[in-house]
C-alpha cells in the first residue's frame, strides 16, 4: 500500500496505524495508559474542546450514548486541561464516563485532533479505527453502532433530536 493510499485511508479514518500509545491522568488522580485502557477491548477516544462552545452543545449527545451502553461503550474523554479547569467543566457537564486530563495537549497532537469535538475509535490490538471529525445526528448513529458492534449486541435506541443534520465542530 502506497504512503499516500495510507494517508487517504487514515483522514477517512478506515486506515492501518498503530493508535499512539500515552498516560496520563485521571480526574481521581491515577494514571493510565492506552494499554490499559484497551486491555479489555477497544475504546472510544472523545476529544474534549475545553472551552469549545460546539463542544458545548455536543456533550449532552456522548452523555446520552455512554447512558445507553450503562458504560460499556468505552468511551474515555481526553479534555486540553488540568483538574481545576475540568472541576468547572465537570460541573456544568457531569460527563458520566472518565476523563483524562492533556492540558499540553500532547495526546491531542498525537491523534491530530484538530479540533472538537474529535472522535477515534481506538481497537483491542491498539490500531486505530473509525473516526469522526465533529458531531451530527448521523455520525452519533454510526458511533453508537460501532459501540453496539464491539459489544456484540443490538444498537439502541437513544434521542439524538436538536443534534445537527450535518457535522459541526469548533
Not at 490490538?125 to 453508537?144: A, N, P, V
Request: glycine residues 10%; contains cysteine.
Amino acid at each position: 500500500m502506497s504512503f499516500v493510499t495510507m494517508l487517504i485511508l487514515a483522514t477517512l479514518g478506515s486506515g492501518p496505524g498503530d493508535a499512539p500509545a500515552f498516560s496520563a491522568k485521571t480526574a481521581d488522580g491515577k494514571t493510565t495508559n492506552l494499554n490499559a485502557l484497551t486491555a479489555n477491548g477497544p475504546i472510544i477516544l472523545y476529544f474534549i474542546g475545553n472551552t469549545c462552545p460546539i463542544n458545548a452543545q455536543a456533550e449532552k449527545y456522548y452523555n446520552r450514548v455512554y447512558d445507553a451502553y450503562k458504560g460499556k461503550g468505552r468511551i474515555v474523554g481526553i479534555i486540553d486541561c488540568g483538574q481545576t479547569e475540568y472541576k468547572a467543566w465537570q460541573k456544568q457537564f457531569k460527563a458520566p464516563f472518565p476523563v483524562l486530563f492533556d492540558p499540553d495537549q500532547k495526546i491531542i497532537k498525537a491523534y491530530h485532533a484538530e479540533r472538537s469535538p474529535w472522535v477515534i475509535e481506538v481497537t483491542k490490538g491498539r490500531k486505530l479505527g473509525k473516526q469522526w471529525h465533529g458531531y451530527s445526528t448521523g455520525y452519533l448513529q454510526e458511533l453508537s453502532s460501532a459501540i453496539a458492534s464491539s459489544l456484540k449486541m443490538k444498537a439502541q435506541k437513544i434521542d439524538f433530536s436538536g443534534a445537527p443534520a450535518t457535522p459541526r465542530y469548533g
